[in-house]
Each structure stands twice: as C-alpha cells, then as structure tokens.
C-alpha cells in the first residue's frame, strides 16, 4: 500500500475526504497516528493480546505476518567472570526470541550450546542448580538482559564466542514526503512506505483513524474503527 492510499484512507474513515471540518489535520498527524498504530499492533501480536489470543509464531498467520520483522545479528562479547556480557543489543530492539552461541574449552571441540531466557532475580539460583547451571557437557546454559546487554553465562566452566541474537525489531516508521518529521523536526525529503503486507495494512489504516478519531473526540469514528480493528485480529 503506497503513501498515498494511506492518507487518503485514514481521511476516508474519518469522513474528511469532502469537508473542511478539521481541515487543520496535518500530514504528520496522519503519519505520527499510522506509527503508532504499527508499534501498537506488532506489540498486540507478539505478546497474543488479540482475539485469538495467538503470539508471536503460535499459528501460520501469525509467523507469516510478522515474518517480516524478524533480524539476526552478531553481538561482540566480553568476559566478565560468572558470565559473558556482549555489546549494546540494537536500537530496533523490540522483543527477544533466540540467542546462540558457540562455547570453548581447552580440551574439547568448540560445540553449539542452548541458551534460555531467564530472569535476572533468579540467577544465583539457576547457578547452583545442578540441573540448570550452565553446563559445557549437556550443552546448556542461560541468559539475561540487563542495561540493553545480553549476559551469557558460564559459571567459569567454558568461554562464549559467536553470540547471535534473533530478534523482532521495531517496525520501520512510514515517511511522507515533504512532511515535517517529528524527530528531526525537518521536512522529509522521499517516502518510506509501509512494510507489511496490503491485508495487515489495511488494520494499520483502521488503527490509525482509531487513534486520529480519539485526538479529534470523535466518538462514532472511534468506536467503529476500534471494532474493525478487533475484528481483524
């Protein structure tokens, strides 16, 4: 769906298109309201905040829409005794799936290990558990994020080299040309188009108007497009 649809859309669900009530609704209004509705929406899905209650790759439409969002990326990581620490995860961070990594010892081959998200409050637990310590031989082990950093541990029983983190990242922010850009706070000078697919685009627009409906109090636009919204997801 190009920019263009977008606006046109949004202005169509608010019953604008041949009005000039509330003609002072700017084009950056119109985009702030269709990024927001996008972080909303991915956020709804991946944590199963929706009708079917399904999160993020519990069913084939779920994976396929939000497919798109998914990246892997390579983290630098540094020895911090108990644990490896890696560099800062990624700006477009939104929400944790995997992390692998590849562990070393002195006498045996380098070998993939599985690595489980737990909760920082239980980390001297799971260190003296004998069945979730990190351990080299089971190839398990667990980690945390704390202060945008992942922690690997190890126990002092391997080291940590190839961390790869997957990912879902933020959804990248539709851009109107020659429209101001809240962020810079200049006017942007080429469109960046949505990049979901026509069908979830379509929600987004419904979404947004919900959102525009809302700032401008009207209460009928509100109601309906918040319904479509729920119906569709």
């Not at 909303?40 to 779920?62: C, D, M, N, P, V």
């Not at 070393?104 to 980390?123: F, H, M, Q």
């Not at 950093?149 to 940590?160: L, P």
């Amino acid at each position: 769906m190009t920019n263009s649809e977008i606006q046109i859309k949004i202005k169509e669900r608010l019953n604008k298109l041949a009005s000039f009530d509330y003609d002072n609704l700017e084009c950056w209004q119109i985009q702030e309201a269709f990024n927001k509705a996008q972080l909303e929406w991915t956020r709804r899905h991946i944590l199963g905040y929706t009708q079917k209650k399904e999160s993020a790759e519990q069913s084939i439409t779920t994976i396929d829409d939000l497919q798109v969002l998914l990246k892997q990326t390579t983290l630098s990581d540094f020895d911090r005794g108990l644990y490896s620490e890696t560099e800062t995860i990624p700006d477009d961070y939104l929400h944790f799936i995997r992390v692998s990594i590849v562990g070393k010892t002195d006498c045996c081959p380098d070998r993939i290990l599985t690595v489980y998200l737990a909760e920082e409050s239980n980390v001297d637990d799971l260190l003296t558990d004998s069945f979730k310590s990190p351990n080299f031989e089971w190839a398990e082990t667990f980690c945390t994020i704390v202060g945008k950093k992942i922690r690997v541990y190890t126990n002092k029983k391997f080291s940590v080299s190839a961390v790869k983190l997957v990912y879902y990242r933020k959804p990248t922010p539709v851009a109107f040309v020659n429209c101001i850009n809240l962020t810079t706070g200049n006017s942007n000078t080429k469109d960046i188009p949505c990049e979901f697919n026509d069908d979830v685009a379509e929600i987004l627009v419904d979404q947004a108007a919900a959102i525009l409906a809302g700032d401008i109090e009207s209460i009928t636009q509100y109601q309906r497009e918040q319904q479509n919204v729920q119906l569709n997801s």
